[in-house]
Structure formats: structure tokens, C-alpha cells
């Protein structure tokens, strides 16, 4: 027996426009395990949900007249692009609103004011993004602009420059599934364990990705071995199993980089669209829970340059390549939470696609750039083997070269070369280690568990900022000056090197992570020290 209820979504005067024009539909079907829902409004209709066994579900949608002016994306949304819900691209967004006379009329010719403009459909978002980094200057900076603009900058400018200069392995950027079950399981089972353990995330002052001075994002580490079930023998297990489902979807051998979670996004949380730092290449984000009055979508960035808005429910996953594919979510949370973990992964240069004649006729329809064309030239050449995927020059194998990225990678990276892995010495620490290798995520958990480990030496006198200083690792060098570590640490006694001489010689003067140091007061050794 089957009974179908139409449900009508609460909706906040904020979210009244996107709760709009469509309500949920809820679908109760015995055959299907009793009850499958489908958000069917015009913003959050992801009609396509697949599988790790790749058997679909496919949202039932309720029908809508539709304006053949209107463009709509894939998912059949209402379409949009860049500095429309959030600024990508520049640091306003669109006033080309829907409602203006030449936007009605077709035959009315476009003031020049708005030719370089979309048209803006979802009202007055710039009053939305002023109010928004008022609160900022308002916490931080007593109203004046100062560092809430700078990381703003920095935001926007890498959101606009990065994703043309990296390789892209997949033909969308984005694909919503259902997470491996085991992995799910695992990660659910430490969720309920230790829900209630959550604390504050610490966020830098001034740092405009999320909201914080209106609301807070809470976390419980996965890799906190304190608490019950986490450690590192989850970590690996949740790794090996969405690192599967990834090399599938890119046909890219993928070495683990980050695993980063669970946090908790509170309501009215804002996350602001942005592309990750490399080497953060190939990602997931798992949804573990959430307890919501109206959807809360990822918005995505697709190759074709229009936004989608992905609902995940508990046990969804998304994959996206987070290096060039631009992602957030720019709408208020209306709710109490939402609890995502963030796993993310490297390609090695050592692709797993099968290639003949059903590839090199796939190749055909990528010459764009990206992995199927660089493969086809490859063949071309008669070139075989992963080991000729990549740069020669140490350049990482998804930075296309020529590019703006690489002429910025090769000034942080003067002498050309791939970085070495430096052999352990006497009295290494686990803060050490994950400085060396730039994983700033385990730094983080040992800056809250074990923070006597940030400042201790080894028998070189090296410490910890040393080694992120030598890394390049700017997330891990903000969290041990955060911390207070000492900027200026002297390594082998007072005849050593500072941090400061350390990111010069292996990054070049230009260099983020010098840029930041010396914005810190990071001076170099000599008669000031």
C-alpha cells in the first residue's frame, strides 16, 4: 500500500524565497524500507542520488510552469553564476535584479550598467553580504575595515585565480552518492558515542569564511583517541574506504591528506563559497547528521559556470574536486545543526583508467586540458606509464603548467625541486611530524590535547614551527602562532636559523607563508636575535 503526503517546509522571512514556489514532497513507500524524502522547491531539486552500488533514486518533482526566458541547470534550478548568492569572483555581487524592466522585456536593451552582469534572482544580496562583513569589522576591527577585508581578499582573489590553473579529473567537478556504508557506520557510531564532547573550533580573528561572530561551529575529532572509538585506526579505515569510492570517480591513484571532523555548523551559519588549498585535490564531504526546520544546500560551482544546490541528509555524501570546483553555503542555516566530516586526498600523478579504444574516444570529448587530453598526448607520443604523468620540474601533477599557479608555485618553490622527506631526528614529537608533513589537522588536535608538544625541540633545537616554516604549510603555521609559539624561535641555540630564514630559502621572499610571517613580526637571524 501506497500513500503519497504533500508537505509544506517552514520557512524563515530569510529563506521565503527559496522555500518558494515548490513545497517538499514526501514519499511513503513500503517497498522502499517506509519512508524516502525528495526536497522538490526550485532551488534545492538534486533529482539524482546515486549509489555506491550505483542503483539510482531519483526525486519525484512536482510539475512547475517554467519560463522559457529562465535558464535552468542540470537539476532543473532555476540557473545562476558566480557573485550572485555570495561574492566569487569580486567583492559585490549582482544588481541586475529579475524584476528590472529590460530583464522582463526582451525587446528592451540592456543598460550598459548591467551587460557584464547575471541577473540577480535571488534579491538583495548585497545588503545581505554588507550587514554580513559589518559583523566582522564590527567584532574585530571597531567597525573599520582591517583584517576581516584582507581575508576577504585573499578569499575572492584565489576563489577567482585558482581553478583555471588546475588539472580537473572528473567532467562535472561534483557527484552526490550515498557514503560506503562502512564508513558511514563507523563515523555515525563515534558520533553518538561522543556527540556531547563538542567544543568551540577555533577560528583566526578576522576570518571571514564563517560567520563566527554571529554564531559558532563546534567540533569532536575523529582522531581524538580520548574519545571513544576515535584514533587513528578510524581515521585510516574511514580513508581506505571513501579513497576507493574517490579513485573510482577520478580514475586517479589518491594518497590521503587531510581528514578533518566532525564539525558542527550552528544555526544561522554562513559557510563563504571558496576553492581549498592545495594539496587539498580530491575531496568528500560525509553528512553525519543534522536537525533542520528548511534545507541548508552545498552550493557548487559545475564546470558549465552555473550554481547547484546539493541537499545532503545523514548518511549522503558528496565528492567534489575542491582544488578548482567552488563550494559554500551562503545560506543561512535554519535549524539547529549540521554535522559534516571533510575527508580529502592527493593524486600521486599514477592514473587507474583503463586506456584503448572506448578511452582515447572518451579523450575526444576532454580536449580542454585536463587528465583525458593530457593522457591522449601521452599516447600520442607512445609515452607509457603514471611516471610520465608527472612534471619532470617537481611541479604537482594538478597544476597545469604555463599557468598563473605555477608561475606562483615555482616563485614559492625556487629551487624547482619536489619536496624531500626529512629523515626523523632524536627527540621528535608527534607536533614534529605533522608539521613536517603539513597536517594541520593533527596539529590542531595536538595544540587542544597536548600543547606542551608545540614547543619542544629536538636535538637539532628544531621545534615545530620550524618544520611548517620548512613545509610551507601556512594552516599549520597560523595554528602554532596561534597557540604562542614564539615567532622567532633560533634553531640549534642562538647560531641557527628562524622560521622566517627557513620559509625564505625554501619558498622564496613572495611566498604566503613568508608573507604571513613577516606580517607576524618574523624576523630574519642575524644582530636583532
Not at 526582451?106 to 557584464?116: F, M, Q, T, W
Not at 554571529?214 to 580520548?226: A, D, L
Not at 604562542?484 to 641557527?496: F, L
Request: a negative charge; one cysteine or more.
Amino acid at each position: 500500500m501506497e500513500s503519497n503526503l504533500i508537505i509544506i517546509p517552514k520557512c524563515s522571512m530569510a529563506g521565503l524565497f527559496l522555500c518558494s514556489w515548490f513545497c517538499a514532497l514526501s514519499i511513503m513507500n513500503s517497498s522502499n524500507n517506509g519512508i524516502g524524502l525528495a526536497s522538490a522547491n526550485w532551488l534545492y531539486n538534486d533529482d539524482k542520488i546515486e549509489n555506491d552500488n550505483d542503483e539510482e533514486e531519483t526525486a519525484v518533482l512536482l510539475d512547475h510552469p517554467r519560463n522559457t526566458s529562465i535558464q535552468y541547470n542540470n537539476l532543473g534550478q532555476i540557473a545562476y553564476g558566480v557573485d550572485t548568492s555570495f561574492p566569487m569572483h569580486g567583492l559585490s555581487l549582482s544588481d541586475n535584479y529579475d524584476t528590472l524592466s529590460h530583464n522582463i522585456d526582451p525587446n528592451l536593451a540592456i543598460p550598459a550598467k548591467y551587460s557584464h552582469k547575471s541577473i540577480q534572482r535571488l534579491g538583495d544580496k548585497n545588503d545581505f553580504y554588507n550587514k554580513f562583513m559589518k559583523g566582522c569589522r564590527d567584532t574585530y576591527t571597531k567597525g573599520k575595515k582591517g583584517i576581516c577585508d584582507y581575508t576577504e581578499e585573499d578569499r575572492v582573489a584565489m576563489t577567482r585565480r585558482q581553478p583555471s590553473g588546475m588539472i580537473n579529473y572528473t567532467d562535472t567537478g561534483f557527484k552526490k552518492i550515498r557514503a560506503p556504508e562502512k564508513a558511514f557506520k563507523l563515523i555515525k557510531t563515534f558520533w553518538d558515542n561522543n556527540r556531547e564532547k563538542a567544543s568551540l573550533e577555533g577560528w583566526s580573528k578576522g576570518n571571514t569564511y564563517i560567520n563566527q561572530w554571529e554564531t559558532h561551529t563546534t567540533f569532536v575529532s575523529i582522531e581524538n583517541g580520548q574519545l571513544r572509538g576515535g584514533g587513528s585506526e578510524i581515521k585510516q579505515k574511514v580513508w581506505d574506504a571513501t579513497r576507493d569510492t574517490l579513485q573510482q570517480w577520478t580514475g586517479e591513484e589518491l594518497t590521503p591528506c587531510s581528514l578533518y571532523g566532525i564539525r558542527v555548523y550552528h544555526e544561522n551559519a554562513v559557510l563563504a563559497p571558496h576553492v581549498d588549498r592545495m594539496p587539498l585535490i580530491t575531496s568528500a564531504i560525509i553528512n553525519v547528521d543534522s536537525d533542520l526546520d528548511e534545507p541548508w544546500p552545498l552550493e557548487v560551482i559545475g564546470r558549465d559556470g552555473l550554481a547547484y544546490n546539493i541537499t545532503m541528509s545523514p548518511g549522503d555524501m558528496v565528492l567534489y574536486e575542491s582544488h578548482s570546483t567552488i563550494h559554500g553555503r551562503p545560506f543561512p542555516l535554519k535549524g539547529r545543526f549540521v554535522a559534516n566530516i571533510f575527508v580529502h586526498f592527493e593524486p600521486t600523478g599514477h592514473t587507474l583508467r583503463h586506456h584503448g579504444p572506448e578511452a582515447d574516444a572518451d579523450a575526444e570529448k576532454h580536449r580542454d586540458g585536463d587528465e583525458h587530453e593530457r593522457y591522449r598526448k601521452a599516447a600520442d607520443k607512445k609515452i607509457g606509464g603514471h611516471e610520465n604523468d608527472a612534471h619532470e620540474n617537481g611541479l604537482p601533477v594538478y597544476i597545469k603548467s604555463d599557468s598563473v599557479e605555477s608561475d606562483r608555485w615555482f616563485k614559492s618553490h625556487p629551487n624547482n625541486r619536489k619536496k624531500k622527506k626529512v629523515p626523523r631526528q632524536t627527540g621528535t614529537n608527534d607536533a614534529h611530524r605533522a608539521a613536517m608533513e603539513g597536517n594541520y589537522s593533527s596539529l590542531k588536535t595536538i595544540a587542544k590535547l597536548h600543547p606542551e608538544e608545540l614547543t619542544e625541540k629536538d636535538s637539532n633545537g628544531w621545534r615545530p614551527i620550524h618544520e611548517a616554516s620548512r613545509n610551507g604549510s601556512l594552516e599549520s603555521l597560523k595554528i602554532l602562532v596561534e597557540a604562542g609559539v614564539g615567532i622567532n624561535e633560533v634553531t640549534n641555540g642562538s647560531s641557527g636559523e628562524t622560521p622566517l630564514d627557513l620559509a625564505i630559502a625554501d619558498h622564496g621572499e613572495e611566498s604566503d607563508v613568508v608573507m604571513y610571517l613577516l606580517s607576524m613580526g618574523g624576523l630574519e637571524s642575524g644582530p636583532d636575535l
